[in-house]
């Protein structure tokens, strides 16, 4: 971190005590890297925002494994040519439930049009899609 401003903040003794208590438990070791982290996080929300955003993202599906060719399905829409599959989980919880987790990049709308169509099947009881604003890859 070669360029760095030095800024300075104000805040309501009860508000910053509150902060305070909530990066300890986290276990940052001051409150500007805590700081950064919110800004960070903020900015790639708002990136995420704009739906033609780059995106790594991971989409988490709980499922009953005896629906019948729900994890054909699965794979075809992993192969759907706007994203890109990185790496797939797949685990057993009990002898009636996985959990998927799909790795994947591409642009935030695709991400999340194949997630909901993930989460749209019968069979998947919870669905989540978590996405992180990333650069655009270099060719």
Do not use: W
């Not at 003794?13 to 500007?32: M, P, Q």
């Not at 997630?115 to 919870?126: A, P, Q, T």
């Amino acid at each position: 971190m070669s360029d760095i401003e030095r800024i300075g903040v104000s805040l309501e003794n009860k508000l910053l005590a509150e902060f305070d208590k909530i990066i300890s438990g986290r276990g940052y070791k001051n409150r500007s890297e805590a700081i950064r982290d919110l800004i960070r996080e903020h900015l790639s929300k708002q990136k995420i925002e704009h739906k033609k955003t780059p995106a790594i993202g991971a989409i988490f599906l709980v499922y009953d494994h005896h629906t019948a060719h729900i994890s054909t399905v699965f794979k075809r829409l992993q192969h759907h040519e706007p994203i890109k599959t990185i790496s797939c989980i797949h685990v057993y919880i009990d002898r009636h439930n996985c959990l998927e987790i799909l790795l994947v990049r591409g642009l935030a709308c695709d991400i999340n049009m194949v997630g909901e169509k993930m989460i749209s099947l019968r069979g998947v009881k919870h669905g989540y899609i978590n996405l992180v604003a990333v650069e655009k890859e270099k060719s």
